[in-house]
């Protein structure tokens, strides 16, 4: 590694260490001291390991690990990659609080983090144990959740967040990293940047440079004061300052739920010339918003009104040591007038109870990691009304487990009058589920300047399943936004459109100012679909398709990467090239599925149907959701005039737990060839059931149902496929 915590060397890129900026900033270093950023990654030693390594032992599913020390160095005894018991030495601890992770250097460059964790609450919270990550299911070597796969390697999924200035540095053709930091936690320069320009204005007693040899400010949080309107009890900017974007933008470089497409990324580089934020995806995020998977801040706060009122991180938390700014209820009344929200009156609870607190209301919590419970940050008011209405959780009913939505839903309406009108979430709820009304309630959410920018391009990015002329307007209207969360949404959106429309609604985001926004829209467009006028526009193209072959490479250590550089390549015509990105990434993660469809597919395309057939029938005994496979085995042989054969797989792959409608949908059609229309309308009906948007299932009900003369249920579909009920 290039520098442990406390050397100070400045190196190429201009970083000097947290050692020579505690020499001027000794209040912002002291508050920095033992925070969570300042303990994020240690070498393991006596005084940064919290678990118990004294011969503790730990059964995982008949698997018995044990923790022990050979001096001041840790160790693990348990089951290694060929899952074998094995001892490992324990390099660093990752975190401290309410969890310790332990990594581990093995072959290649690798760290790998430790799946048996310490729990590091009070023993009277139920903490000072070991446990597992994964408690439900044994996870064993070979699997890329195993602590020594491929989804639990440090260097691609936790790295940059956790150290100063992280250069992965893999190295595709050996399979190994030379990772380097410039510190091993997540010092001053993580979000100030490097400071050796800094440092040396200071030395010269220059202070015309911007931003004191920053390449960004973030003074927002000493600039901005609020006021609280005596007649609502609301807060209101009183003295203005910096925007908040640039400090979240920084915060939200880590603290989102986001694909690093450019590695490098420094603070004055914003989000979106790096990462990919997740938008509002079905188990990320329920339908309303509320957090769901493991997404972190970013995607919650920038629903809020707060966001949009001009709050940024720094309102709240203390930026150094991270601490909220006061206790309890006292730092929502540091905005908010107490004498008005901090009652009965308001919250409805015994004041000092756990109801009367602001944040479990506002700010409702979910358990990640086993132990680690973190809050929402959209500061959403609780609507059990939706609850009842499209089954989203309320913090209502998480305290009062013993009633429903419905009681809390009329007890709300009771207290505050009818809900507020407008959600999106039912407009996300019908793009995501169908509905007849889900094109019209996704076009209605995207106009809608009021809602939050994440919500409108999540609609976007749902739109081209119910795209029709009526709606295509507006996806044109949004990949044209300047707002990079739409953008991105219109770019994700592309791969759901046919490749003929897709330069319709793509080559605005060629012209895109966000580097990420700009690759991901040349990557769903084909070279030939780029039209010679404007002059500059092949240029265009052939500079973001180069960023995203450049994006591409930066994760080739992992097979979704691969993948894509085949998809690219074999849309430029290097067959070769393709052929060999699509075997690399089967070679790294024999499990992938997608790269055994995706180079069947590109086998199709060169008229090798049978080396096609041959890699899917290789990968069913390999990969763990088979279902892709059999759809795409069914689908070459129905090619291949055989559909006797083909529908036992297109029925596993219609019948599997991941199955999606498009696979049901697939296999009612080769039933319906078969001669066996009954069983495909049982499935098509079915498959309406938990789908009723797709248009194609209700065309081909309508259709059978014509066909066997069932008139009466054939004009049933009819209407809903016309819109109607």
Known sequence: MAMERGVSLPDAAGYVGTETCAGCHQTATADWRDSHHDLAMEPATPDTVLGDFDNA??????????????????????????????????????????????????????????????????????????????????????????????DQNWNFMCADCHSTNLQKNYDRESHTYAT???????????????????????????????????????????????AIDPKTGNPHPWQSGPEAQPELEVCAQCHSRRATQFHGARP??????????????D??????????????????????????????????????????????????????????????????????????????????????????????????????????????????????DDRDAQWAAEALEKRHGEPPQGHFARALYAGRYGGPQAEQRLSDLILDTTQPAIARATAVSLLPRYLSQQSAPVLQQASRSDDPLIALGAAESLDGLPQQYRPMFGLPGLYDGHRVIRSLTASSLSPSSIPANPPDLRQRYDAALGEYIESQRNNADRPESL?????????????????????????????????????????????????????????LSRVRDPAPIHHALGLLLVRQKQLGAALPHLRQAAEAPSASTRYRYVYAVALQSSGDVRRAIEVLEMTHNDDPGDRDVLAALVSYLRATGQAQKADFYARRQAGGG
Not at 115 to 122: C, E, G, K, Q, Y
Not at 307 to 336: F, R
């Open 563 to 619: 993948t894509n550089l085949g998809d690219i390549r074999g849309r430029q015509g290097d067959a070769e090239a393709s052929e060999a990105s699509y075997r690399d990434a089967i070679d790294l993660a024999p499990e992938y599925t997608p790269a055994y469809v995706n180079l069947s597919d590109f086998l199709r395309s060169q008229g090798r149907d049978e080396a096609g057939r041959e890699v899917l029938e290789q990968g």
């Open 283 to 400: 188990g990320l995020y329920h339908a309303d918003g509320q957090i769901d998977g493991e997404v972190y801040v970013y995607g919650s706060f920038v629903q809020s009104k707060m966001h949009q009122a001009g709050v940024t991180c720094s309102d709240c938390h203390n930026p150094h040591s991270l601490a909220l700014k006061a206790e309890g209820n006292a730092v929502c009344g540091q905005c908010h007038q107490v004498s008005k929200y901090d009652a009965e009156t308001h919250h409805g609870h015994p004041q000092g109870s756990p109801g009367a607190q602001c944040v479990n209301c506002h700010m409702p919590e979910k358990t990640y990691m086993g132990v680690d419970d973190r809050r929402d940050h959209s500061f959403r008011i609780p609507r059990p009304d939706l609850s009842v209405e499209l089954g989203v959780p309320n913090a209502c009913t998480q305290c009062h």
């Open 180 to 226: 380097t930091w410039s510190e091993i936690d997540v010092a001053c320069e993580s979000c100030h940047g490097p400071g050796q320009p800094h440092v040396e204005a200071m030395q010269a007693d220059n202070w015309d440079l911007p931003h004191s040899g920053f390449q960004l400010s973030l003074s927002r949080a000493e600039t901005r004061v609020w």
């Open 268 to 281: 004055d580089d914003g989000l979106f010339n790096h990462f990919m934020p997740s938008l509002l995806e």
């Open 57 to 150: 032992r730990f059964d995982y599913y008949g698997t018995e690990s044990r923790f022990f020390r050979r001096g001041d160095d840790f160790f693990v005894r348990t089951d290694g990659p060929d899952g074998e018991l094995a001892d490992f030495r324990i390099a660093y601890t990752f975190g401290v609080e309410p969890l310790q992770q332990y990594l581990i250097e093995m072959p290649g460059g690798r760290l790998q983090a430790l799946s048996i964790v310490w729990d590091a609450r009070p023993e009277s919270d139920g903490g000072q144990r070991w446990y597992h990550l994964f408690p439900d299911e044994p996870i064993r070597a070979g699997d890329p959740l195993h602590w020594t796969g491929r």
